[in-house]
């Protein structure tokens, strides 16, 4: 998972399949403005709840992103950082599962495809239950995220998870107490709001009820 031996930043090749930057010019009020965007693409994410053990399954990674801005604010080189000074530990996150949107196939075929690469359950798409559709990001990208539930049990799970090609995912349960920690208040966490977001829609729709 941290095995990161070395890391460095360089320019962005014009052709990313990921994003794009541009810098947007608009008139408001009378007064020309400009805001500096990315375009990427949008995605889905999904709260998965395995009933026959009451937990919540989530997914670690390491972040790139996330490794770059702690890095980055703490004053660290990013011309080859120092990874005794920083461990690639801090990158690593607890998220939902999730993926981005760049098939030609149905935003709930995606999600249904994602639990399965990520975290090994196989469930039809009649099984993934649309929650919310929102936008992320909205100061730098502004990109649609669909969000889903999809409750499963042992006998889903068909394979290990863990991602496809060269991903490096692990698949991680929590218990609803250890959920319920990373929404009280003051908590601290290395998770994208849409993952808390949907810890709380969680608790709010489908939590059995002495858990709620």
Same mark, same amino acid.
């Given at each position: 998972m941290d095995n990161v031996t070395k890391a460095w930043i360089g320019p962005l090749p014009p052709d990313s399949q990921y994003l794009k930057p541009y810098r947007m010019y608009y008139v408001q009020n009378g007064v020309e403005k400009n805001w500096d965007l990315l375009k990427v693409h949008d995605s889905v994410a999904i709260i998965i709840y395995n009933a026959e053990r009451k937990k919540l399954v989530f997914v670690r990674q390491f972040r790139p992103a996330v490794f770059h801005d702690i890095v980055y604010s703490s004053g660290g080189s990013l011309k080859e950082v120092d990874l005794e000074k920083f461990s690639p530990q801090l990158g690593i996150t607890t998220e939902m599962c999730a993926g981005i949107v760049?098939?030609?196939?149905?935003? !709930?075929?995606?999600?249904?495809?994602? !639990?399965? @690469? @990520?975290c090994g359950y196989d469930v039809c798409v009649d099984r993934l239950e649309e929650v919310l559709t929102y936008r992320a990001g909205v100061g730098s990208h502004g990109a649609t995220q669909k969000m889903y539930y999809c409750e499963v049990t042992d006998a889903d799970k068909s394979e290990s998870g863990g991602g496809v090609d060269d991903e490096v995912i692990e698949v991680m349960e929590h218990s609803l107490e250890e959920a319920k920690r990373m929404i009280c208040a003051g908590a601290t966490n290395n998770s994208p709001p849409g993952c808390l977001l949907g810890i709380l829609w969680f608790f709010m729709n489908k939590a059995p009820k002495e858990e709620s």
């Open positions: 760049d098939k030609k196939k149905s935003w !709930v075929e995606i999600a249904r495809e994602e !639990v399965l @690469e @990520e």
